[in-house]
C-alpha cells in the first residue's frame, strides 16, 4: 500500500513534517481508502493518523554545569577561548589600576600625608605606568620619605 500521498496530506493538516507522521498499523486499510483531505482529516481525528510529538533537548547537564560555573568552577585553562587580554582587555585592566592609584594619592592628600607638589608629582608617574599598585606605590613614598605618618 502506498500511502505517500495520505501522509503529505496529513502533514500538512497537522502542520508537521512528513517524518512525524505515523499511520495506525491496525488502520492501514482505513486510512488507504481515505483519498480526500476531509477524509485524511477524519482519519487523524480518529486517530488512525497521528502525529509523534518533538523531541526536545534535555537541558538537565547544562544546567548543573552553568550552577558550577556560577560558583567560579570549569573554568580552567582547557575551557577558555581567547587570550587573557581577550578575556579582560588590557584598557579595563589599566583603568582599575590607575582609578585605585589615583584614589590612594587623592587620600594621602586630603589626610595630610603627602603634600601637593608631591601629589601632582606622583600623579604624572602613575599616568606615565610607573607603579604596578597601591602597595608599589606605597613603598615608592616611603623609600623617597614623603610619607608621612
Known amino acids: 500500500m502506498d ?6 496530506m496529513a502533514a500538512d493538516i ?13 488502520r492501514l486499510t482505513d486510512v488507504a481508502d481515505a483519498i ?15 502525529a509523534v510529538p518533538k523531541k526536545g533537548n534535555s537541558r538537565g547537564r ?7 560555573k556560577a560558583k567560579g568552577r570549569q573554568g ?13 582587555p588590557r584598557k579595563t585592566k589599566w583603568m582599575k589600576t590607575i582609578r585605585a592609584l589615583r ?5 594621602y592628600r586630603d589626610e595630610g600625608k603627602i603634600d601637593r607638589a608631591t601629589y601632582r608629582k606622583f600623579y604624572r608617574l602613575t599616568k606615565g605606568g610607573m ?3 597601591r602597595r608599589n606605590l606605597e613603598e615608592h613614598l616611603r ?7
Do not use: H, W, Y
Not at 3 to 8: A, D, G, H, P, S
Not at 14 to 26: A, D, E, F, Q, Y
Not at 62 to 68: A, G, L, T
Not at 78 to 86: A, E, M
Open 3 to 8: 500511502l505517500k500521498n495520505q501522509k503529505r
Open 14 to 26: 497537522m502542520k508537521c513534517g512528513k517524518s512525524r507522521v505515523k499511520i495506525n498499523p491496525n
Open 36 to 50: 480526500t483531505r476531509s477524509d485524511v482529516r477524519t482519519a487523524v481525528q480518529s486517530g488512525s493518523i497521528f
Open 62 to 68: 547544562i544546567n548543573s554545569n552553568m550552577k558550577q
Open 76 to 88: 580552567g585553562e582547557g575551557s577558555r577561548k581567547g587570550t587573557v587580554n581577550t578575556r579582560t
Open 103 to 107: 584614589v590612594q594619592l587623592r587620600t
Open 131 to 133: 607603579f604596578r599598585g
Open 143 to 149: 623609600t623617597e620619605g614623603l610619607l608621612r605618618e
